[in-house]
């Protein structure tokens, strides 16, 4: 695994002005104290803000994210998720100059082949793959990070979480929060609430202990609406990973790849152990 997925990994334990109908001179100074008003309650009211900005954003229906990495590894990833009853993800993640898609549709994983590779795949620009596949490959810790909800159940699965106090993120006003605890917390808490295996876990307290990493930093920070707008996941040596969330329940279209530029993963796999053993 490399060093950007265990960054990924550690971070999916991580983590509009409200509307008011009116008239007349004093609709402004109305918003404005609705507004206030809510943001003191994300300030003061800690535990319940957390279980309602949870409960709210468990509501969303489609939002989108950017993915910024930096430390030994740095990467960019633009995010699109649709959340309803068929759940369909795409990612597009620049790393070291190369660009490449995937795109999560039901249980199903479909990578864009680099355009040198096609020939390898008949000539096909998309490999398709089942989530056990996708998986194996960390695609699905890419989507758990990615997931607005997780985020906010890990501050209220860990001891110590504090506020910051108000800020601004991309011209909406937030309340910050903050929570540092040990990597053995940090992990304890990533077993408890995901399906990672203790292999993976193994893999990112192994990175930790290679780079010194005994603490980990969470911060989030959370609308008037009650929406994560910003996340953030601060491990050391190992990095920084920051997501900021936009155009929530804004319409979202992630189609399936035509099934003529679709290659199986399975088969592919199975014709390239074929040619091996033909030339050994």
């Known amino acids: 695994m490399s060093r950007w997925k265990n960054i990924a990994v550690l971070a999916a334990a991580t983590a ?22 809510v943001l003191e309650l994300l300030a003061n009211d800690l535990q319940g803000s957390l279980q309602e900005a949870a409960d709210r954003t468990g509501e969303v229906e489609t939002v989108r994210a950017t ?40 249980s199903v994983a479909y990578v864009e082949i680099p355009e040198a ?26 989507m758990r990070d990615a997931d607005p909800v997780q985020q906010v159940k890990t501050l ?45 876990l193994g893999n990112v307290a192994g990175q930790a202990a290679k780079y010194g990493v005994t603490e980990i930093k969470t911060e989030l ?10 996340a953030r996941v601060t491990m050391g040596e190992m990095g920084v990973m920051t997501i900021d969330y936009t155009d929530y329940n804004e319409p979202v279209t992630i189609e399936t790849p035509p099934a003529a530029e679709t290659t199986d993963f ?10 091996l053993g033909t030339t050994t």
């Open 266 to 275: 399975a088969e592919l796999l199975g014709d390239l152990g074929e040619e």
């Open 221 to 230: 920070w959370i609308d008037e609406q009650y929406w994560p707008r910003r």
């Open 67 to 106: 993915m910024v990495g930096s430390g030994p590894e740095d990467f960019e990833m633009q995010i699109a998720m649709d959340l309803r009853d068929s759940v369909s993800v795409e990612m597009v993640m620049e790393m070291e100059g190369e660009v490449t898609t995937v795109r999560m549709i039901d």
């Open 16 to 37: 509009s002005a409200v509307a008011v109908t009116g008239c007349g001179p004093s609709t402004a100074s109305q918003e404005a104290a609705q507004q206030s008003s």
């Open 156 to 200: 209220l699965g860990l001891e110590g979480v504090t506020v910051v106090g108000e800020e601004t993120v991309d011209g909406v006003p937030t309340v910050h929060y903050s929570v540092t605890v040990t990597t053995e917390e940090h992990l304890a808490l990533l077993k408890e609430q995901t399906e990672l295996d203790s292999g993976d």
């Open 117 to 142: 590779e096609h020939e390898l795949a008949d000539g096909k620009r998309w490999m398709k793959m089942d989530f056990s596949a996708a998986a194996e490959m960390g695609i699905d810790e890419q």
